[in-house]
Nanobody
Framework: VQLQASGGGLVQAGGSLRLSCAAS????????LAWFRQAPGNKRDLVSG????????VYADSVKGRFTISRDNAKNTVYLEMNGLKPEDTAIYYC?????????????????WGQGTLVTVSS
């Protein structure tokens, strides 16, 4: 599966963005999906994940209550709605996929990655 992330940009603290990740290739509905982020000098950390059927979601503690992950299997797209953005949310955001119904917190669990989209939150 090939992944293409979009929707990043510059936003003021307290603002909102919606990231999208469009998939092509193999059947999208077979994959669990996740968003990771990586700030300069940091490792790539899980932000949120969603299972194959969308019934299970996971969130990093730092984004709970502010971010929402969703998927539209008909459009082969996964979304990350980000509200109440903070300067510490500034990072490159990557979408990732794994052909299993498991959700992994470690980036090594996801063999497929998009190219990343930059989110910058100004104070």
């Amino acid at each position: 599966v090939q992944l293409q992330a979009s929707g990043g940009g510059l936003v003021q603290a307290g603002g909102s963005l919606r990231l999208s990740c469009a998939a092509s290739g193999r059947t999208f509905s077979y994959y669990s999906l996740a968003w990771f982020r990586q700030a300069p000098g940091n490792k790539r950390d899980l932000v949120s994940g969603i299972s194959v059927g969308g019934r299970r979601t996971v969130y990093a503690d730092s984004v709970k209550g502010r971010f929402t992950i969703s998927r539209d299997n008909a459009k082969n797209t996964v979304y990350l709605e980000m509200n109440g953005l903070k300067p510490e949310d500034t990072a490159i955001y990557y979408c990732a996929a794994t052909e299993t119904n498991r959700l992994f917190s470690d980036a090594n669990g996801y063999p497929y990655w998009g190219q990343g989209t930059l989110v910058t939150v100004s104070s």
